[in-house]
């Protein structure tokens, strides 16, 4: 049985970052470090007052120190971990511009102004909870003892119990409409035409390049003998079974 640092340790390089920096960021606002208020997403003082590290920060805040705080948490080193060693396994540069594609997209939606949010962190972990149902769609999924049912639901099922237990809905709608126009774009438009359109951008697969991190990539332009820059999301065309 390894331990906790030896599990940390082990954990893929994108999931991992993602996942300390949101508990760090919560940790720090518990302990009167932070003002949440400096981090959050005001597109008004993006732009005025040309505070641009709201586009960024405003992803690390999962909410304070709550059940809910640790179910999104456990999440990410469940679905998020998951998802980057199977689908994205040496794929570490696909997997980050997967995460920045989402962050894009949503924000994008929070300048709706029925969309707007201030925090984004909830919304990005769902985005994740969504992609990994449609990689893994017939994997069986026991929700508290309760019931079980197939990963391909389990979206729904947590927006259900959102609303069951009186928890906002707009952050689990707006991560599964940002993880389906990434699916869309990377899995079902090219299974009809045979295109991908969303390729990662040469700059990701030279920053995690330069970062040495995730290990040797199979797909990589900044390495010897790799020239494919495909960014396709492996995930399975899932038909549903009646």
């Known amino acids: 049985m390894s331990s906790p640092g030896e599990y940390y340790n082990s954990l893929p390089p994108v999931s991992k970052a993602y996942g300390t920096l949101c508990l760090l960021t919560t940790t720090a606002f518990h302990l009167g470090l932070l003002d949440i208020s400096f981090i959050a997403l005001y597109y008004p003082w993006v732009f005025y007052r040309f505070q641009v590290w709201r586009l960024f920060t405003n992803f690390f ?89 197939k990963a391909f639901y389990l979206p729904w099922a947590m927006l259900a119990l959102d609303v069951i237990f009186g928890s906002p809905i707009l952050p689990d709608l707006m991560g599964i409409i940002a993880g389906h126009l990434y699916y869309f774009l990377t899995v079902l438009y090219p299974l009809s035409t045979g295109r991908n359109i969303l390729k990662t951008p040469v700059w990701v697969h030279r920053l995690v390049a330069q970062w040495q991190v995730g ?22 065309s899932y038909r549903l079974n009646r």
Request: aromatic content about 14%.
């Open 61 to 149: 805040f999962l909410g304070k120190f709550s059940i809910n705080f640790g179910i999104r948490l456990l999440m990410i080193a469940r679905y998020g971990v998951q998802l980057e060693r199977s689908a994205f396994d040496k794929r570490t540069a696909d997997y980050l511009w997967m995460m920045i594609f989402g962050a894009l997209s949503l924000l994008a939606l929070s300048a709706i102004p029925l969309l707007q949010s201030n925090f984004l962190g909830i919304s990005l972990v769902f985005m994740l909870l969504y992609l990994w149902s449609r990689e893994f769609p017939t994997a069986q999924i026991n929700i508290y003892g309760l019931v079980t049912l």
């Open 215 to 236: 290990g040797p990539q199979i797909n990589s332009p900044a390495q010897p003998g790799n020239s494919s820059s495909s960014g396709a999301f492996r995930g399975r």
